[in-house]
């Protein structure tokens, strides 16, 4: 139905930043989110955006990382600065077909997957 396709990712040093895009297609869902799951530990949610714009992020990465989306390129971005290596993990984008928008709730469509290093 939907196809997340996630790139970006890449090794960076602490305190640098990255972009990471999910082209969707052939549309994007009412929610949309970036999670990320590092090797020791559980998957977690990073950041959601409505289809409408209201955002939501973990505590762990709030004021740090940046959802966005461009509607005409069905393209949701997560611009990440100030990157710790606590960060490193890979990042999945994921689609939720709803109106309610939440970190915590199950998603639809999900991408492959892409893999952020953050060295000390």
């Known amino acids: 139905q939907v196809q997340l396709v996630e790139t970006g990712g890449g090794s960076v040093q602490a305190g640098g930043s990255l972009r990471l895009s999910c082209a969707a297609s052939p549309e994007s869902g009412y929610c949309m989110a970036w999670f990320r799951q590092a090797p020791g530990k559980e998957r977690e949610g990073v950041a959601s955006i409505h289809r409408y714009a209201k955002t939501d992020y973990a505590d762990s990465v709030k004021g740090r990382f940046t959802i966005s989306k461009d509607d005409a390129k069905n393209t949701l971005y997560l611009q990440m600065s100030s990157l710790k290596p606590e960060d490193t993990a890979v990042y999945y984008c994921?689609?939720?077909?709803?109106?309610?928008?939440?970190?915590?709730?199950?998603?639809?469509?999900w991408g492959q997957g892409t893999q952020v290093t953050v060295s000390s």
């Open positions: 994921a689609a939720r077909l709803s109106t309610v928008c939440s970190l915590h709730r199950e998603y639809n469509y």
